[in-house]
C-alpha cells in the first residue's frame, strides 16, 4: 500500500460527520488542544448514531507543534497531540486507516479492545508495523464498550505524544447515568528526546531524581525518631544499596504533566451545568507516571475501570496506574469551579484542570504532598504477605527456612511498614505459602535480608486439587492498600479492594492451571525483566492453551510498582471479591505484591505482555504470548 | 610487539559482546522480515569523573590530572576505556598515562562487574617518562552502603604485579550538592626502581571533594587531599628528594557526556 493522498485526511469535521466518522475527530490543522478536548466536552443527548459504520482515517506525523506555549516536535495524529478522540459504537464494524507520515515506521495499539491478533498493532508479533509512507487499514469488529485508548507500540514513540482517547459507546444501557461526559486524557510530555532519556536511566541511576534523601531528612528523623533508629534504618537501605526514595524513574524534573494536552498553567476546562451528573472518563496516557487525581470538594463515583462496568464506589481519590482508565460519576451542585487534581505519584509533579460553569473560572490547586520514603513492604513478598489468609498449613514444609535471620532485619526501623501486623507475625503459622515461589525468586534482588537459609522446599504442586477457589486473594495481595504516598487515613481512596464487576463474567469455571511470573529488575543497571530474563534472553514464547482457563501469579520482586498489560484478552483480577471479580487489561503490581489474575484463552494467536512503563517494556520487561 | 596487544585484545572483546546478541526467535509466528517486537539497545557513556587542577604543599609541582572513563556495551558485556594521568606543571616532562586501559566487562552480580584487559603506562605524546604495559583484572562496583569501589590487579611485562584500590562515596547535602570523600591504595608485590615503587604498601590517598552538581553531567568540585608514602617507595622518594607526605587543594570539574 502506498500512502494515500493526505488532503483526503484533511477533511473538515463536518464533512466528517456528513460522511458517518465519528465525531470529534480532529482536522489536520494544527491547534493547541484536540479538538475532542472541547470545554462542552459531550453531553448525554449526543447522536449516538453518528458513530455506526464509520472509517476512520488518521495520519501520522512528526512536525512542530506548541505545547505548553513552546514550540517542540511531537509525532501528531490528525494534527494534535495527543491524538483525536476515536468514537466507536458497540457491535459496529471498525475500519481505521492509518497513514505513516513519519520517516520510521510506526504502529497502532487498541489498547484495551479484544480483536483478532492481525490488528491488535503490536509490530513484530501480529504484524510488521506501519512503513513510512504506507497506509494500513485495521479491521475489526467492536465487541465490547467503555473507555479505553490507543497508542504507538514501535519504540519509544509513545512518549512523543502518539496515543489518543478511544470511546466506545454502548449497545445496550450502561447501568449508570449522567447528562454530559468529558474525557481527561493524562500524559506526561517531555522536551527531551525519549532515547536520550533511556539513556540517562541507563547510565546514570537516580538521574531524574531530585527529591533523595538528604542529611537534612536524616537530621529530622533522627529528632523525630532518636538517632539509633534513624541510623539503623539508614544504614539498612545504604547496606542494599538502594533509595527509599525510588518512587519514580522519570519526574517532573523532566516532565510537563497534561491534561488533554493542556499544561497545568493551561488550565484545560471541563463545563457543566450545575446539578448535572458528569461522566469523566479518565485515562492515563503517560509514559511512566502514576497519578493520584482528586477533585477538592466532589466525591466521585467509580463506575467503571479498564472500559468495564463495576459496582459504584464512592471515593475522594484515586491512584490510576499507567494505561489504565477509570469513569467516575461526579454532580457538581454548586454554581463554581472545581480543580481536577493529578499529582504524580512521587510529588514531582502534577497535572491539572477545572470543572467549572463558565470559562475563566477556576478553583484553588492543592498543595503537593510530599513524596514518602518506601518502607518495608517494598522488600518483597513477605511484607506484603496477607498472613490471615494463611491456614492449614504444614509445618514441616517451613523446616529449612530461618526465620530467625529474617528476623534480624530491624523492622522496627522500617518506616511506612505496617508495624501492627508485623507484630503479630507468626512464622510457624505460614502454612499455605507457596514455597516454590520463593525458590523461583530472585533474591539476589534483595539484598540485606538473608535468604540463603531459606530451602528450596519442593512446593507441594500445582496440583488442580490445591488451586484456590477462582476469585480468591492471594496470599501477599495488598488490595486493601492504595500504595506508597497514600494516607488512608486522609480521604476515600480508591483499592483495588473496591472493585466489583457489576455482574459476574461470562466464564466462571476454575482454573485448571497456574502459572507463576515474577517482576524482575536491577535498579542500578536499569534492568527490567520478567523471571530475571529480559526479551532478548529468552527463547520462544509463553504458552496458554488455547481455550483453557488459566490462573497468571504475578509476583513483584522489584522495589517499584509495575502495571502488567497483557493484549488480547481480559485480566480478571483475582481481589477476594469472589465471581464478582473485575476484568482489567493492565494490573498494577505494587512492589513485594503477589496478585493473581484468571483469564480465559480463547484468543488464538500470538500477543504481547508486557510492563506498561515505557522505559521497563524497552528494557526488556516483556513477553510473546501464544495462545495455540 | 607489545603495542600488538591493545587492537588483539580490543577485537576479542568486540567478538565478547557480538556473542551476547542473540534473538529470540524459536515458537513465534512473526514473520522472518518482521522486526523484533523489542530490540536490544547498547548504551555508552564518557566522562571525566575528575578533572582537576592540584594545589599541593611546597615541595610538590602543580599538576592537572584526569580520571577518565568510557563504556560501551549492553546490560552484561561492556568495553571499557579507561584512562588516569597527570602533567605536571613546570617539570619540563610532557603528560604522563598513570592508566590506559582497555577491557572487556562482564556484570557477575547486580552490583558487580568484573573486568579483565589490557594497560599501558607511560608518555602522551612525548617520551620522557618511563613505561610499561600490563595485564589488568579488576573489580568494579557498588559495596554495601553505597561505596563505589574498583580493585584492580595489575602484572607487568616483566612480571611486576602491584594492586589498586579506589573508594568512594557520595554524601548528599542537598539535591545539587554533594560530600564526596575517597580514598586510594597501591602496594606492589616487588620493587620497580623505576617507577619509584617498593614493595609492600606503596601509597595512600585520601580526599574530600564538593560538588556541585549544575547538572547531572555537569559538576565542578572544590576539594583536598591528603598523600603518604609508605616503606621501600618512602625510601626511594628520599632518594630522590621527593617528600614522602603530601596535603594539597583541589578544583576541578566532573563531566559526563
Ligand atoms: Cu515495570
Known amino acids: 500500500m502506498t500512502a494515500k493522498n493526505i488532503t483526503d485526511l484533511s477533511l473538515s469535521r463536518r464533512q466528517l460527520l456528513k460522511g458517518g466518522a465519528a465525531l470529534g475527530l480532529g482536522a489536520a490543522t494544527l491547534r493547541l488542544a484536540p479538538a475532542w478536548a472541547d470545554p462542552w466536552g459531550q453531553s448525554n443527548a449526543y447522536p449516538q448514531g453518528m458513530v455506526e459504520g464509520n472509517d476512520i482515517a488518521l495520519a501520522i506525523r512528526r512536525e512542530t507543534l506548541a505545547i505548553n506555549g513552546r514550540n517542540t516536535r511531537p509525532i501528531t495524529i490528525n494534527g494534535t497531540s495527543p491524538g483525536p478522540l476515536i468514537r466507536m459504537r458497540e457491535g459496529q464494524n471498525a475500519t481505521l486507516r492509518i497513514t505513516n507520515l513519519l520517516d520510521e515506521p510506526t504502529s497502532i495499539h487498541w489498547h484495551g479492545l479484544i480483536l483478532p491478533p492481525q490488528v491488535d498493532g503490536a509490530p513484530g508479533i501480529s504484524f510488521a508495523g506501519i512503513a513510512p509512507g504506507e497506509t494500513f487499514t485495521y479491521r475489526f469488529p467492536v465487541v465490547q464498550n467503555g473507555t479505553y485508548w490507543y497508542h504507538s507500540h514501535s519504540g519509544l514513540q509513545e512518549q512523543l505524544g502518539h496515543a489518543g482517547p478511544i470511546v466506545i459507546d454502548a449497545a445496550e444501557r450502561e447501568p449508570f447515568r449522567y447528562d454530559r461526559e468529558h474525557v481527561v486524557m493524562l500524559t506526561d510530555w517531555t522536551y527531551e528526546e525519549p532515547a536520550a532519556i533511556f ?7 537516580g538521574y531524574y531524581n531530585f527529591q533523595e534523601r538528604t542529611v537534612t531528612d536524616f537530621l529530622a528523623d533522627m529528632r523525630e525518631n532518636g538517632f539509633r533508629e534513624t541510623a539503623r534504618s539508614r544504614a539498612m537501605w545504604a547496606q542494599m544499596r538502594m533509595s527509599s526514595r525510588d518512587i519514580a524513574d522519570v519526574t517532573g524534573s523532566t516532565y510537563t504533566y497534561l491534561v488533554n494536552g493542556q499544561a497545568p498553567e493551561q488550565n484545560w476546562t471541563a463545563l457543566f451545568k450545575p446539578g448535572e451528573r458528569l461522566r469523566l472518563r479518565f485515562i492515563n496516557g503517560s509514559a511512566m507516571t502514576y497519578f493520584d487525581v482528586r477533585i477538592p470538594g466532589l466525591r466521585m463515583t467509580v463506575v467503571a475501570a479498564d472500559g468495564q462496568p463495576v459496582q459504584p464506589v464512592p471515593v475522594d481519590e ?6 489504565e482508565t477509570y469513569d467516575v460519576i461526579v454532580t457538581p451542585e454548586a454554581d463554581m469551579a472545581y480543580t481536577v487534581f493529578a499529582e504524580s505519584m512521587d510529588r514531582s509533579g502534577f497535572a491539572r484542570a477545572t470543572l467549572a460553569p463558565r470559562l475563566g ?8 504532598r510530599r513524596i514518602a520514603d518506601r518502607g518495608m513492604e517494598a522488600m518483597g513478598a513477605h511484607g506484603g504477605m496477607d498472613h490471615s489468609d494463611m491456614a492449614g498449613m504444614d509445618p514441616s514444609s517451613l523446616a529449612g527456612m530461618d526465620h530467625s535471620s529474617m528476623a534480624g532485619m ?14 503479630g507475625m507468626d512464622h510457624s503459622s505460614m502454612a499455605g505459602m507457596d514455597h516454590s515461589s520463593m525458590a523461583g525468586m530472585d533474591h539476589t534482588n534483595m539484598a540485606g535480608m538473608d ?21 480468591d486473594a492471594q496470599p501477599g495481595s495488598q488490595y486493601d492498600q492504595a500504595g506508597i504516598g497514600i494516607d488512608p487515613d486522609e480521604r476515600r481512596i480508591l483499592v483495588y479492594r473496591d472493585l466489583k464487576a457489576f455482574r459476574p463474567w461470562p466464564d466462571r469455571r476454575e482454573p485448571e492451571r497456574e502459572m507463576e511470573i515474577h517482576l524482575t529488575g536491577n535498579m542500578e543497571r536499569y534492568m527490567w525483566s520478567f523471571d530475571g530474563k529480559k526479551f532478548s534472553e529468552v527463547n520462544g514464547p509463553i504458552h496458554f492453551r488455547k481455550d483453557e482457563r488459566l490462573r497468571l501469579i504475578l509476583v513483584n520482586d522489584t522495589m517499584m510498582e509495575h502495571p502488567i498489560h497483557l493484549h488480547g484478552m481480559w485480566m480478571e483480577l483475582e481481589n477476594g471479591a469472589g465471581e464478582l471479580i473485575p476484568r482489567k487489561h493492565t494490573i498494577n503490581v505494587k512492589p513485594g505484591e503477589r496478585v493473581s489474575a484468571l483469564i480465559t484463552a480463547d484468543a488464538e494467536g500470538s500477543w504481547a505482555f508486557h510492563c506498561h512503563l515505557l522505559y521497563h517494556m524497552d528494557a526488556g520487561m516483556f513477553r510473546v504470548v501464544k495462545v495455540s | 610487539m607489545k ?10 572483546a568486540f567478538t565478547l559482546l557480538a556473542i551476547t546478541v542473540a534473538h529470540a526467535e524459536d515458537g513465534y509466528d512473526a514473520q522472518g522480515d518482521w522486526p523484533s517486537p523489542m530490540a536490544e539497545h547498547y548504551a555508552w557513556a564518557a566522562g571525566f569523573d575528575r578533572l582537576e587542577y592540584l594545589f599541593p ?10 580520571d577518565f572513563e568510557a563504556w560501551y556495551g549492553g546490560d552484561h558485556n561492556r568495553v571499557y576505556l579507561k584512562s588516569e594521568g597527570e602533567n605536571v606543571q613546570g617539570d619540563g616532562a610532557g603528560a604522563e598515562f598513570e592508566a590506559l586501559d582497555l577491557r572487556y566487562s562482564r556484570l557477575i552480580s547486580d552490583f558487580w562487574e568484573l573486568q579483565g584487559g589490557v594497560g599501558y603506562q607511560g608518555n602522551v605524546g612525548s617520551n620522557d617518562h618511563p613505561e610499561r604495559f600490563y595485564g589488568v583484572i579488576g573489580l568494579q562496583g557498588t559495596a554495601p552502603y553505597l561505596i563505589e569501589t574498583s580493585l584492580d590487579l595489575k602484572v607487568s611485562e616483566d612480571g611486576d604485579a602491584w594492586v589498586q584500590l579506589e573508594a568512594e562515596h557520595d554524601v548528599r547535602l542537598t539535591q545539587h550538592l554533594y560530600l564526596q570523600p575517597r580514598a586510594e591504595l597501591v602496594a606492589s608485590g616487588s620493587d620497580v626502581e623505576e617507577f619509584h615503587l617498593g614493595s609492600g604498601l606503596n601509597s595512600l590517598n585520601g580526599g574530600l571533594r564538593l560538588r556541585y552538581e549544575i547538572t547531572r553531567k555537569i559538576a565542578p568540585y572544590v576539594g583536598a587531599y591528603w598523600e603518604k608514602s609508605y616503606g621501600d617507595t618512602a625510601d626511594m622518594a628520599r632518594t630522590h628528594g621527593e617528600p614522602t607526605e603530601n596535603t594539597g587543594l583541589v578544583a576541578g570539574i566532573r563531566i559526563l557526556f
Open chain 1, 451 to 471: 535468604h540463603s537459609d531459606m530451602q528450596d522446599d519442593t512446593s507441594p504442586g500445582a496440583s488442580e486439587g490445591d488451586l484456590l477457589p477462582a476469585g
Open chain 2, 57 to 66: 604543599g611546597k615541595g610538590v609541582e602543580e599538576a592537572l590530572l584526569w
Open chain 1, 199 to 205: 539513556r540517562n536511566l541507563k547510565t546514570a541511576e
Open chain 2, 3 to 12: 603495542t600488538r596487544i591493545v587492537p588483539m585484545a580490543s577485537c576479542a
Open chain 1, 410 to 423: 530491624d523492622h522496627s526501623s522500617m518506616t511506612g511498614m505496617d508495624h501492627s501486623s508485623m507484630a
Open chain 1, 318 to 323: 484515586f491512584r490510576i496506574a499507567i494505561a
Open chain 1, 361 to 368: 473560572m477556576e478553583a484553588g490547586v492543592p498543595e503537593r
